[in-house]
């Protein structure tokens, strides 16, 4: 049964940084693709950033060049590293997973007060 569990979530302030980790225990995940979603408040769920089984990735235009998506294949970790936050970037982040079916972590809050 696969299990996402994100972590790494917290307050901080604009301009700092975060890193984000999400375990994909129980899966088979070396050929998995992994992405990082966000739901601010009253906002619907939007991508921020994917990484497929061969390392290509592709992020959302509003991260560019701030955010960047990892994996460990051998640990089953998916990462988010947040750098330059701002207020618009508080939300619940989730790990999401796609390998012929979809699944969901319960998703980890990020606060940046400005």
């Known amino acids: 049964q696969v299990q996402l569990v994100e972590s790494g979530g917290g307050l901080v302030q604009a301009g700092g940084t975060l890193r984000l980790s999400c375990s994909a225990a129980g899966s088979i995940f070396v050929d998995a693709i992994m992405s990082w979603y966000r739901q601010a408040p009253g906002k619907q769920r939007e991508f921020v950033a994917t990484?497929?089984?061969?390392?290509?990735?592709n992020y959302v235009d509003s991260v560019q060049g701030r955010f960047t998506i990892s994996r460990d294949n051998a640990k089953k970790m998916v990462y988010l590293q947040m750098n330059s936050l701002n207020p618009e970037d508080t939300a619940v982040y989730y790990c999401?997973?796609?390998?012929?079916?979809?699944?969901w972590g319960q998703g980890t809050q990020v606060t940046v007060s400005s």
């Open positions: 990484i497929t089984a061969t390392g290509n990735t």
């Open positions: 999401f997973m796609f390998r012929g079916s979809s699944y």
